[in-house]
């Protein structure tokens, strides 16, 4: 393995240890601060130079529309009167399908 910031052969003990990718904490600084820049600098060019949006105006405020005054209904309930009641033997005709 090789070092990303100068190109020079590793240690075998640093490929042991994971610490493989620089030969220096020197090294990995200037390389972490030559990537900050870079990728910062790609940023910049990135972002295109558009000019300003003109401001919004605000929203109109509408009034709430008018009350309407209405009477609530009242429901009458409705009688209602059962002539026969149901049989268990009703209800299984029905699950078996030949009820009438």
């Known amino acids: ?12 003990y640093k490929k042991l ?3 493989g990718e620089f ?4 090294h990995r600084r200037r ?6 820049r870079r ?6 060019l990135a972002r295109p ?8 105006p605000a929203p109109e405020v509408l ?10 209904q009242v429901f009458e309930p409705v009688p209602v009167s059962f002539s026969a009641t149901l049989s268990a ?3 299984s005709a029905c699950l078996r399908g030949d009820h009438a």
């Open 63 to 72: 009034s709430p529309p008018p009350a309407i005054s209405r009477k609530p």
């Open 17 to 19: 240890t994971g610490q």
């Open 49 to 56: 130079k558009a000019p300003p949006a003109p401001p919004v």
């Open 89 to 91: 033997d009703w209800f």
């Open 39 to 44: 990728a910062l600098e790609r940023l910049r």
């Open 1 to 12: 393995m090789v070092c990303l910031q100068c190109g020079k052969e590793m240690p075998f």
């Open 23 to 26: 030969c220096s904490a020197d």
């Open 31 to 36: 390389y972490q601060e030559d990537f900050d």
